[in-house]
Nanobody
Framework: QVQLVESGGGSVQDGGSLRLACEASGFGYSSYCMGWFRQAPGKEREGVVLIDSDGSATYADSVKGRFTLSQDIAKNIRTLYLEMNSLKPEDTAMYYC?????????????????WGQGTQVTVSS
């Protein structure tokens, strides 16, 4: 059964750090495209980072050098970690984990079919 569960959101001061986690059940041993999106109030959803099962990752320009994606696997559960450093107020958003069983072919524009419930990140100045 496919399920994505995010955790790790919270509130931090400008310049602070947070680590998000996404447990993706069912994505242990298949081809995949998965990663993180975010949506701030009144704004469109945007891709933050996507990773392909071949190991290649694409980051949004706005987070390059500040956010780092890593992953591990246990049985058939792949966990994605998003380490977020030097957070800014403009990083405030609901962060969603998303995934699907195909390779990432369109950078951050891939339309993925499986989504988590989201976790809130708030950065105050």
């Amino acid at each position: 059964q496919v399920q994505l569960v995010e955790s790790g959101g919270g509130s931090v001061q400008d310049g602070g750090s947070l680590r998000l986690a996404c447990e993706a059940s069912g994505f242990g041993y298949s081809s995949y495209c998965m990663g993180w999106f975010r949506q701030a109030p009144g704004k469109e959803r945007e891709g933050v980072v996507l990773i392909d099962s071949d190991g290649s990752a694409t980051y949004a320009d706005s987070v390059k050098g500040r956010f780092t994606l890593s992953q591990d696997i246990a049985k058939n559960i792949r966990t994605l970690y998003l380490e977020m450093n030097s957070l800014k107020p403009e990083d405030t958003a609901m962060y969603y984990c998303a995934a699907d069983f195909f390779h990432c072919l369109d950078g951050l524009g891939n339309i993925l079919g499986y989504w988590g419930q989201g976790t809130q990140v708030t950065v105050s100045s």
